[in-house]
């Protein structure tokens, strides 16, 4: 099964708060076909693509109940730093937002004008979880015509975490080979894990990362709760978030 982004929204003040934003909702809708619905947050039309629908809301507070009651699978967050005037919601509100929904969330760094997605960069760590992440990455790929850039993490040096990483960067690796995709591997092991995929993201020009989000104890990713929240603050590109699902997504039983 394909994954296919029928219905997103962007949460949006002005934009020039949010240009890098729109311009990766842009790409999305012209590949995907999208409806784009604009969370608008004392926004006008103006400025904004004509293909956008709008969505008036009183207060960064409430996006987290519109999305939730809409038909929307994805929200693109602008991120916005403390003293900055681009953006459009702080960190902290957007991990708040990540923790309690259960849809894709992309979060924008609102300090840059626009960003060059044509590497995503997608950690696999030690958890059976990790695994699911492939169809978003496979999906955002396909929209920006990026490589797909994997790289095996783990906080833990041991033998059997690094088994459990090879295997699972390995089962991954092949199924991008199956479906024509072009992409790469690298294995850092020991650290902090987000501090060690931020670097790496660094080094080859990444665009994007994708990670996992999950508060529940039975999930045991090195990308769940802190760690997540940690990605989204510190990384200077583009975060997609997703929620794990029971393995439903065809392309994630590898």
């Known amino acids: 099964m394909l994954l ?26 012209a590949y995907y076909r999208s409806r784009v619905t604009v969370f608008a947050l004392g926004a006008s039309k103006i400025g904004f693509p004509p293909s956008f629908d709008f969505e008036p809301i009183t207060d960064s507070k409430n996006l987290g109940k519109h999305f939730k009651s809409s038909k929307n699978e994805l929200m693109i967050l602008p991120l916005q730093e403390e003293g900055s005037q681009l953006g459009v919601i702080s960190i902290a509100q957007a991990n708040k937002l990540i923790d309690h929904l259960e849809r894709m969330v992309l979060t924008v760094p609102g300090n840059k004008s626009d960003f060059l997605i044509n590497k995503i960069l997608v950690p696999i760590d030690s958890s059976f979880e990790t695994r699911q992440k492939l169809p978003y990455a496979i999906a955002m790929a396909r929209a920006f015509n990026a490589k797909i850039c994997l790289i095996g993490v783990s906080s833990d040096k041991g033998k059997d975490a690094e088994f459990a990483v090879k295997n699972y960067l390995s089962q991954v690796s092949r199924h991008l080979d199956d479906k024509g995709f072009n992409h790469q591997l690298e294995m850092r092991l020991g650290g902090n894990p987000t501090d060690q995929v931020i670097s790496y993201a660094a080094e080859i020009g990444a665009g994007m990362i994708v990670i996992m989000t999950e508060q529940e104890t039975n999930f045991t990713s090195l990308f769940s709760g802190k760690y997540s929240q940690q990605m989204v603050k510190k990384s ?9 699902k029971d393995l439903i997504v065809s392309d994630a039983r590898l």
């Open 4 to 29: 296919s982004i029928s219905n997103f929204c962007l949460a949006a003040a002005e934009p020039k708060s949010c240009s890098a934003s729109i311009q990766i909702a842009e790409k999305l809708q």
């Open 236 to 244: 200077p590109v583009p975060v997609l978030s997703i929620h794990p």
